[in-house]
């Protein structure tokens, strides 16, 4: 009976576990997207450009990068480099 409820409890831990990754693998390539479009901001490229580029609106866009200072772009990319995530220097 006690190890029933052990294992029941290790599996639904692994289970867990995955849906963590899961969803930690999912925001990534969407970081990446974000610093991107901050970093083409930046660089002057217009709004409309840039969500066409990325597949979104230009609203969409505009409220991506209104907000996205060099320092927090930096720590986004920081996250992804500590990560593994290949992502541009």
């Known amino acids: 009976m006690?190890?029933?409820?052990?294992?029941k409890f290790r599996?639904?831990?692994?289970v867990l576990a995955?849906?963590?990754?899961?969803?930690?693998?999912?925001e990534q390539p969407e970081k990446?997207?974000?610093?991107?479009?901050a970093s083409a901001r930046a660089g002057g490229v217009s709004v409309r450009?840039?969500?066409?580029?990325?597949?979104?609106?230009?609203?969409r866009v505009h409220q991506?990068?209104?907000d996205a200072s060099a320092d927090v772009q930096e720590a986004v990319l920081a996250e992804l480099r500590a990560a593994g995530w290949p992502?541009?220097?």
């Open 2 to 7: 006690r190890g029933d409820w052990l294992g």
């Open 11 to 14: 599996r639904e831990r692994r």
């Open 18 to 26: 995955r849906v963590w990754r899961a969803a930690w693998r999912l």
């Open 32 to 37: 990446e997207r974000d610093r991107a479009l």
């Open 49 to 59: 450009k840039a969500a066409k580029a990325a597949g979104l609106s230009p609203t």
């Open 64 to 66: 991506l990068t209104k």
């Open 87 to 89: 992502a541009a220097y």
